[in-house]
Nanobody, 127 residues
């Protein structure tokens, strides 16, 4: 019902910035909670950031807090992840996720809570 396509990944230098985009199609996701996760080389996928359906609440992993920001543009049906002060440790495949508005509970950091996932986009930070 909802397709998510990440873009904006690539190779950047340490200390640089990059903005990832998650374009949704099939349904309007303005009322969906959205999240970003990443899979570091050799590690399991981990939580990065999330934004509530209204956009009033945002959440960040401790490892990216203060460096990353999450936002959404409902007119474009797109969610963004602005990544600043990038480190080699940020090198990973970044995934976008969406949660339908109906839910008996909230757990933005739990991967299993989300209903839809994108294919991922590679981010490589050179040292």
């Amino acid at each position: 019902q909802v397709q998510l396509v990440e873009s904006g990944g690539g190779l950047v230098q340490t200390g640089g910035s990059l903005r990832l985009s998650c374009a949704a199609s099939g349904r309007t996701v303005s009322s969906y909670a959205m999240g970003w996760f990443r899979k570091l080389p050799g590690k399991e996928r981990e939580f990065v950031s999330a934004i509530s359906r209204g956009g009033s609440s945002t959440y960040f992993a401790d490892s990216v807090k203060g460096r990353f920001t999450i936002s959404r543009d409902n007119a474009k049906n797109t969610v963004y992840l602005q990544m600043n002060s990038l480190k080699p440790e940020d090198t990973a495949v970044y995934y976008c996720a969406a949660k339908e508005p109906v839910s008996p509970y909230r757990d933005y950091k739990f991967q299993g809570w989300y209903d839809y996932w994108g294919q991922g986009t590679q981010v490589t930070v050179s040292s």
